[in-house]
């Protein structure tokens, strides 16, 4: 999908690092691996961009995944609640089974985003290691 290339959607939904969109934010690409599932490499592997720019600069992130969250439960709700039929009950059940499921990608897509806040793509960064 090269159509979002040089935007911050590209960068968000595809963990690339937001400056040159080729190296990857994330160690590995299985979610569900959960020692891993947040570690990030030092640098960008491309352009060299230090992804950590201050001592606990993922915390932030901690922000934007409750309107992650909420977003993911909003869904859960009308799928559960407005297409399927289900009660209440169940309806409650569902949207705190999608939340508990779909964790790793909430954490993910908020350290995304989060880190998009503070870089902007630049197709020049590509393939220098001086940073
Ligand atoms: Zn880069």
Redesign the pocket.
Known sequence: MNIFKGTKFYSIFWG????????KLYQTRHLYRFSETLKMPEH??????KYKIEPSFFYGAMYVSYGVGIIFAAVAFLVSYLLIGFDRLATFFMICGTLVLSLPIILRLSRNIWINLFFKFNPT??KKNDQ
């Open positions: 690339k690092c937001p400056v040159c969109h080729q190296g960008c592997s491309s352009c060299g961009l960064a590509q």
